[in-house]
């Protein structure tokens, strides 16, 4: 079902987009804006979102925009794996809620893993402080 649902800009993402909620950033520019998940599955857990309005989800994003944001999600992965040396990186997103899938504004995540350190579960961790997360969001920028 909501796999097709019309795009509410009322959504966390958009508000935080509109810069109506905070949020920790590591980059932006014209196409995408990438913040510190505050519900983290593990240390370095970044978010890649489109600044294109409309797209809930993968499907959704118009051809034309995937190329340039697909850039940005490789951009903030290689910073996450310069600045936080990770053992390897988890890119992943979610489509509709059956999937998974809870904010629904197109998003990829980025998880830095760490030999023997599981991840914690999918948007069911503590909620960070920005202070908590500010000096991890640091290091991922100067990856950039
Ligand atoms: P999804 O379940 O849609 O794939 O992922 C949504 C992600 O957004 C989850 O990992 C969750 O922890 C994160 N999240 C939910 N609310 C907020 C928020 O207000 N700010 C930030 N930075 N992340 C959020």
């Known amino acids: 079902m909501t796999l097709h649902a019309p795009y509410d800009p009322a959504n966390i993402f958009g508000k935080i987009l509109r810069g109506e909620m905070p949020s920790v950033k590591v980059f932006e520019d014209e196409v995408a804006l990438a913040f510190m998940d505050v519900f ?7 978010l890649v979102i489109p600044k294109f309005l409309g797209a809930r989800n993968f499907l959704d994003l118009p051809e034309a925009e995937v190329g340039g944001y697909m850039l940005r999600v490789q951009k903030v992965a290689r910073a996450v794996e310069a600045g936080l040396k990770p053992d390897g990186l988890r890119v992943f997103q979610f489509n509709g809620s059956a999937a998974g899938q809870t904010v629904f504004h197109l998003h990829f995540h980025i998880l830095p893993m760490w030999d023997g350190v599981k991840p914690g579960a999918h948007a ?3 909620m960070k402080s920005a202070a908590e997360l500010e000096p991890l969001a640091a290091r991922i920028r100067a990856g950039l």
Request: glycine share 50%; hydrophobic share 0%.
């Open 124 to 126: 069911g961790g503590g």
């Open 40 to 46: 983290p599955q593990g240390e370095g857990h970044t």
